[in-house]
């Protein structure tokens, strides 16, 4: 079935630093959204990528969807205390745009 | 507008005993879903429903999970009897079956251990 990759599995970075995670799949997709998941806390919805070479920012969050659109990532200029948590890519798996399959997700953390 | 709601928030259980997880979606969301997540990992589906029908139960073990949604609303995730692997936290999720917007709207989530 569909799977996702997603790396590194954890990043450990210092305020201010920058964060990238990165998301990829075998098989071309026809979107892929992004989840953050707060410790302890749900999954939420961030965004969702449709075209290829597609790229959106919220504030200081950058997504990019590959040309081929097999592969993602997710950017985070200058990290804050807030952006902690675990950032996951999820793909439409068996034909379908409402079944995901979830990367593991990476983990971040912010030391202050 | 009100989220996903999911009662009990946590629940242990010994192995063997039965549990059974609720879920109350956001009002209009035609397509709900559950799923597990194990420690460390992303959320798994287990079942998809849109309205009151089975979508998709592909990664559901039938030998012991079961779900339903009556009347295309709440829905409620059985588990009997429980196994240790079972430990994990169960998350209903809900979306708008709308051509186009695929995103998901998770609840809290129950934290089940079985012991």
């Known amino acids: 079935g569909q799977q996702v990759m997603q790396i590194p599995q954890y990043q450990h970075v210092q305020e201010g630093e920058d964060f990238t995670t990165y998301c990829n799949s075998s098989t071309t997709l026809s979107n892929i959204q992004w989840y953050k998941q707060r410790p302890g806390g749900h999954p939420v919805f961030l965004i969702q990528?449709?075209?290829?070479?597609e790229v959106k920012k919220q504030k200081r969050l950058t997504f990019q969807f590959g040309e081929a659109k097999k592969n993602s990532s997710l950017h985070i200029t200058a990290t804050q205390t807030t952006d902690v948590g675990t950032y996951f890519c999820a793909a439409p798996s068996g034909g379908s745009n409402y079944k995901l399959t979830f990367g593991k997700g990476t983990l971040l953390t912010v030391n202050p | 507008e009100a989220g996903v709601a999911q009662s009990p928030r946590y629940k242990i259980i010994e192995k063997r005993q039965s549990v059974a997880f609720w879920c109350n979606p956001i009002s209009g969301h035609a397509t709900l879903y559950w799923y597990q997540q194990i420690l460390g990992q992303g959320p798994k589906l287990l079942i998809q429903f849109q309205n009151n029908g089975v979508v998709d139960d592909s990664q559901l073990p039938k030998d012991r999970f079961s779900a339903e949604r009556l009347k295309g609303v709440d829905s409620t995730l059985k588990i009997q009897p429980a196994k240790l692997e079972d430990s994990a936290v169960y998350l209903c999720a809900s979306s708008l079956l709308l051509q186009g917007s695929y995103e998901q709207y998770f609840g809290p989530g129950t934290r089940l251990t079985v012991t």
């Open positions: 990528l449709v075209k290829s070479g």
